[in-house]
């Protein structure tokens, strides 16, 4: 059966994103593509942190940068500055390292090894000039840079709320999709397990032929329509709780061009600075930390004025489903599953599975067999790498001062692709060739931001004369650098409030 319609239920970032990839990519296909959304549900979003490919996501959509800047309440972000994952008696009481968003070693050779030869320094200020672009507060281009270009890579900070009403009017504006406000009451099935139809409570049922599920954490159509079953990641990633709160901002306050994610006994806080408010979250482990500490923990965090504001707290269900495409269903954003906030792997994976869907969508209802088993081999690869991924920031660290931190050393709670990766990495620098999948989420130099701000320690090789020389000379240039670009780059808040004024250049 040819496929000439589309639901996808759910709103906010993930339904928008997948609206927005799908519709560009049948546009002038004669297939019509419908979200329905509830209005009962608001978006779950605090504050959302991005990671830099969402550049390239939002430019092929033709949304302005400028516009995207001034309409969602937009902070760059060029790094996650990580303060106290590490012990405090051993490396300070205000430890920190930059998982930044420019590669490392970008005018020559690696310079990993000759960090290994000192690494009592910060390697992110060693490897990168954008550490001090970071710690000067200072943006990642300049108000001539046009639109989407950078002199220093960068993501956003993001309200989700406005975000998705922007990706909203420009799915509907520029590439035709229907937007129904209704709630879906019942899922009819066909005979042989897929989705039929759709009751919503405004306008009865309704068929398409194919679905997305985008619904959140309830997955109402891959989960309790589909049975698909959840695949529970618990006991490798701890942290299942946040407290969220929103913090208003003076209007001149500095802007952090980076996500602050400072550790504590049972989890770590996020926070997130717009250009009029904070997106600040408390996230902890229940199993070591009740929701009254992990209170007590935000209020002490926000120097004891958490009363002052409206704050809740989220249950997060750690894991993803078994199956992401069943029959003519797939599930995107927090449907798929969710981990926890860590490294902004939301919108990410969202993004990215929407994007290979949108590249892989069938033309007919013969074809989801075959692209189905693909697509799903594809993204648990992915969920699994984000599982190693963020699980590493917690079991490299040498803090001691709680049971969250010792528990997650654990060897049986560590995923076994890790522990390879990390028992290699003992013996030789990480090289892109350790990662076998073009699929990867995260890349080597991610890798080695995280392992060496760490302080991992890879085998000291002694390094030729000649190498030591040419590693140096490397160094000094990143030096140089450093310091014109925090000579030219103006603060943070100076170019968001100039982009506010008169807007970036058009590409």
Known sequence: MKIQSVAIVGGGTAGWLAANHLAKALFNQNITITLIESPDIPTIGVGEGTVPTIRKTLQSFGISETEFITR????????????????????????????????PSSMGDDLSSLWLQNPSDAYSQLVSSQFDVCEANLAPKLITTPEYQAVQGYAYHLNAAKFALLLAENAKQKFAVNHVKANVIDTRLHLDGSIAS???????????????????????????????????????????????????????????????????????????????????????????????????????????????????????????????????????????????????????????????????????????????????????????????????????????????????????????????KLALWQEYVPLSEDLFSKFEVFNVENYLYVLYGMKFLTYKKTMSESSLVLAKQHAARIRRHSEQLCQHLPAHRELLSKIHQYGLQKI
């Open 198 to 420: 759709l009751v919503l409570d405004k306008c009865g049922e309704q068929e398409f032929d194919f679905y997305i599920d985008c619904s959140g954490f309830d997955s109402i159509l891959l989960a309790k329509a589909l049975k698909v079953p959840f695949v529970d990641k618990s006991q490798e990633l701890f942290v299942n709780k946040a407290v969220v709160v929103q913090v208003p901002t003076d209007p001149d306050a500095i802007i952090p061009p980076y996500t602050k994610a400072t550790a504590h006994q049972a989890g770590w806080i996020w926070d997130i600075a717009l250009s009029n408010r904070r997106g600040v979250g408390l996230v902890y482990s229940s199993a070591h930390l009740d929701d009254e500490q992990a209170e007590q923990k935000l209020n002490r965090y926000l120097s004891g004025q958490l009363d002052q504001y409206s704050y809740r707290t989220i249950p997060m269900k750690v894991g993803y489903r078994k199956q992401f495409w069943a029959k003519n269903c797939v599930a995107l954003g927090l449907a798929q599953g969710f981990l926890e906030p860590i490294e902004a792997t939301s919108i990410m994976l969202t993004d990215f599975a929407a994007g290979y869907l949108a590249s892989r969508f069938p033309s007919d209802s013969s074809q989801c067999e075959s692209l189905s088993e693909r697509f799903n081999q594809t993204m648990s690869y992915a969920w699994e790498r984000v599982v190693e991924f963020a699980k590493m920031h917690y079991c490299l660290s040498d803090r001691h001062d709680s049971d969250f931190w010792i528990d997650n050393r654990d060897p049986q709670t560590i995923p076994a692709g890790l522990s390879n």
């Open 72 to 103: 969602c309440d937009v902070t760059f972000k060029q790094s996650i500055k990580f303060q106290n994952w590490l012990d405090s008696h051993r490396h300070g009481r205000d430890n920190f390292y930059h998982h930044l968003f420019d590669p």
